[in-house]
């Protein structure tokens, strides 16, 4: 063979083998930029939460669980977003149409985003007004139960029966927000009636004093009973104790177990819906 050709294979070679060797370099060096500031995101983003985790713990702080799980939320979704530009520019991919095509895309994508986008600032308002906590029992609307969770885009419930329910923070906010945990004592609205005839102070008595003797209801709260309506066929008493939370339901359900057969015992008569026939004969 030639050797000049021979010659200029081999320089060929030097040439392609020093190209690829720098272009190896140059890759080496954008992947490793590329993870770095990958890694960097990663511990901006546990730093933000740790501040925010402890942020929540001071006493009498202002920032609460629901607004810090929102703003950690908020705060990661802006920081992935620049992340991802700044590795296109490493990667030497131009922005600049990507950022002139983002001007109609975020008109589309404003008319199909619109109740995500509503129930973001929806949730970011909760999050401000804090009108309920983490394990707190809440009426939304027609819907009650334990809340478990909030994101920028829902409120998670726990029902009674332990069903999951999610309802977008647009909803939550139209509509009238009932916190049952709201203080850590809570009066039981119950109400019984008697007939017409019967002794009133008698029956006041009886109630005022079996609703005294339960354990969960407050000493040092009025315990209120009187009569509170007159009906076709009753007289109707309203009874309003106070008791802690968790004893609501145990005070509610024993009354109404114990007084029909103590108002009974005492020959109070508790009325009933009865349709009195009377048969005339002719003589």
């Given at each position: 063979m030639d050797p000049e050709i021979i010659e200029t294979v081999g320089d060929n070679v030097s040439v392609f083998m020093s190209y690829s060797v720098e272009q190896l370099i140059h890759i080496g060096i954008i992947v490793a930029l590329s993870l770095l500031t990958f890694v960097i995101a990663k511990i901006v983003?546990?730093?933000?939460?740790?501040?925010?985790?402890?942020?929540?713990?001071?006493?009498?702080?202002?920032?609460?669980?629901?607004?810090?799980?929102?703003?950690?939320?908020?705060?990661q979704v802006v920081i992935w977003v620049f992340t991802a530009l700044i590795i296109l520019q490493i990667w030497g991919i131009?922005?600049?149409?990507?950022?002139?095509g983002?001007?109609?895309?975020?008109?589309?994508?404003?008319?199909?985003?619109?109740?995500?986008?509503?129930?973001i600032f929806s949730g970011l308002l909760l999050a401000l007004n804090n009108p309920f906590g983490i394990g707190d029992y809440v009426l939304l609307g027609s819907i009650e139960g334990t809340v478990t969770g909030m994101d920028a885009i829902s409120v998670t419930l726990l029902s009674g029966d332990n069903k999951k329910i999610t309802i977008s923070n647009k909803i939550v906010l139209a509509?009238?927000?009932i916190n049952y945990s709201a203080s850590d004592i809570?009066?039981?609205d119950m109400a019984v009636?008697?007939?017409?005839?019967?002794?009133l102070e008698k029956a006041k008595d009886i109630i005022t004093n079996l609703v005294k003797s339960?354990?969960?209801v407050l000493s040092d709260k009025p315990v209120i009973v009187e009569v509170g309506a007159l009906s076709a066929?009753?007289?109707?008493?309203?009874?309003?104790?106070?008791?802690?939370?968790?004893d609501y339901w145990t005070v509610k359900w024993r009354f109404q177990k114990e007084i029909c057969p103590a108002l009974n015992a005492a020959g109070i008569e508790v009325p009933y819906n009865k349709l009195d026939v009377n048969i005339l004969t002719q003589n």
């Amino acid at each position: 063979m030639d050797p000049e050709i021979i010659e200029t294979v081999g320089d060929n070679v030097s040439v392609f083998m020093s190209y690829s060797v720098e272009q190896l370099i140059h890759i080496g060096i954008i992947v490793a930029l590329s993870l770095l500031t990958f890694v960097i995101a990663k511990i901006v983003i546990k730093i933000i939460s740790k501040m925010l985790r402890k942020a929540v713990k001071v006493k009498n702080g202002k920032l609460t669980p629901l607004m810090a799980g929102f703003i950690l939320k908020v705060v990661q979704v802006v920081i992935w977003v620049f992340t991802a530009l700044i590795i296109l520019q490493i990667w030497g991919i131009n922005l600049t149409p990507v950022i002139a095509g983002l001007g109609v895309t975020g008109v589309v994508l404003g008319f199909a985003l619109q109740e995500s986008i509503s129930n973001i600032f929806s949730g970011l308002l909760l999050a401000l007004n804090n009108p309920f906590g983490i394990g707190d029992y809440v009426l939304l609307g027609s819907i009650e139960g334990t809340v478990t969770g909030m994101d920028a885009i829902s409120v998670t419930l726990l029902s009674g029966d332990n069903k999951k329910i999610t309802i977008s923070n647009k909803i939550v906010l139209a509509d009238a927000i009932i916190n049952y945990s709201a203080s850590d004592i809570r009066r039981v609205d119950m109400a019984v009636s008697v007939a017409y005839g019967s002794d009133l102070e008698k029956a006041k008595d009886i109630i005022t004093n079996l609703v005294k003797s339960y354990p969960e209801v407050l000493s040092d709260k009025p315990v209120i009973v009187e009569v509170g309506a007159l009906s076709a066929s009753s007289i109707d008493f309203i009874i309003r104790p106070w008791s802690k939370n968790s004893d609501y339901w145990t005070v509610k359900w024993r009354f109404q177990k114990e007084i029909c057969p103590a108002l009974n015992a005492a020959g109070i008569e508790v009325p009933y819906n009865k349709l009195d026939v009377n048969i005339l004969t002719q003589n």
